[in-house]
């Protein structure tokens, strides 16, 4: 019993899941405390559901990261998580764009507020990164270190994508399911009429960049970490 305790537990800190626990819980209670001090859960309570469904792809990783620890050979066991994983994956760093609902609302101070949204957005990128970085490590050891890179490219790129079509076109992870040629409709006349949609190209390059700087820099801090000293 104590050896799979602790295989958990290694697992579980495998997959950095202590500190983002942490850090959603304090996001959580940072919430809990505008709702003390505004006597209110109207405001903002959009960001308790958008970090339930950042939780989503996290998830997913951690699904296909047991399934290759337990069938290291079976690759095509993750392919049901890992496509779960993909489509909501835009959900974990889609937190940044509730800084557009900023702005003074007493009797909370902005400086509450502003520190309440990093935080939510915080645990967003902390979220996306440490998922995307153990897809990529599934890939890795299946397809190589080249593949492993595109994959992460590609999925960066397809978090900036996703994060408009959420944030402005009001599309959802599930509507690729119930809604799949809309979608792709939506995404092929932008690119068709491109200077009709300067925005879409400008909001997807921007985050998308913004991500991949990110997601850099989370990986380089994490191979300091397990560099020996």
């Known amino acids: 019993?104590?050896?799979f305790?602790?295989?958990i537990h290694r697992f579980l800190a495998g997959q950095l899941f202590y500190p983002i626990l942490m850090s959603s819980v304090l996001?959580?209670?940072i919430f809990v405390g505008r709702v003390f001090l505004s006597d209110t859960s109207i405001i903002y309570r959009n960001l308790v559901w958008n970090l339930f469904l950042a939780w989503i792809p996290y998830i997913f990783s951690m699904v296909a990261a047991g399934f290759h620890h337990l069938f290291p050979r079976q690759w095509w066991l993750l392919a049901l998580p890992g496509s779960a994983w993909l489509a909501f994956f835009p959900n974990a760093p889609y937190l940044l764009t509730d800084f557009?609902?900023?702005t003074e609302r007493p009797p909370v101070p902005m400086w509450y507020d502003i520190g309440l949204l990093a935080t939510f957005s915080w645990t967003g990128l902390f979220l996306a990164s440490?998922?995307?970085?153990t897809?990529?490590?599934l890939v890795k050891a299946h397809l190589g270190w080249l593949v492993?890179?595109?994959?992460?490219a590609m999925?960066?790129?397809l978090g900036g994508l996703g994060i408009y079509l959420g944030r402005f076109s009001r599309w959802n992870s599930w509507d690729l399911l119930n809604q799949p040629k809309e979608i792709l409709k939506d995404v092929a006349y932008r690119f068709v009429h491109p200077f009709s949609n300067l925005t879409f190209f400008g909001f997807t390059l921007m985050f998308s960049a913004f991500l991949l700087i990110c997601y850099l820099t989370y990986i380089s801090v994490h191979r300091v970490t397990e560099s020996p000293s």
């Not at 440490?130 to 970085?133: D, G, K, Q, V, Y």
């Not at 492993?148 to 992460?152: N, R, V």
Request: net charge neutral; hydrophobic share 60%; no cysteine.
């Open 130 to 133: 440490a998922s995307l970085r």
């Open 1 to 3: 019993m104590f050896d």
């Open 100 to 102: 557009l609902h900023l």
């Open 155 to 157: 999925a960066l790129g």
């Open 148 to 152: 492993s890179w595109l994959f992460a």
């Open 27 to 29: 996001a959580a209670g």
């Open 5 to 7: 305790t602790l295989r």
């Open 135 to 137: 897809m990529q490590e």
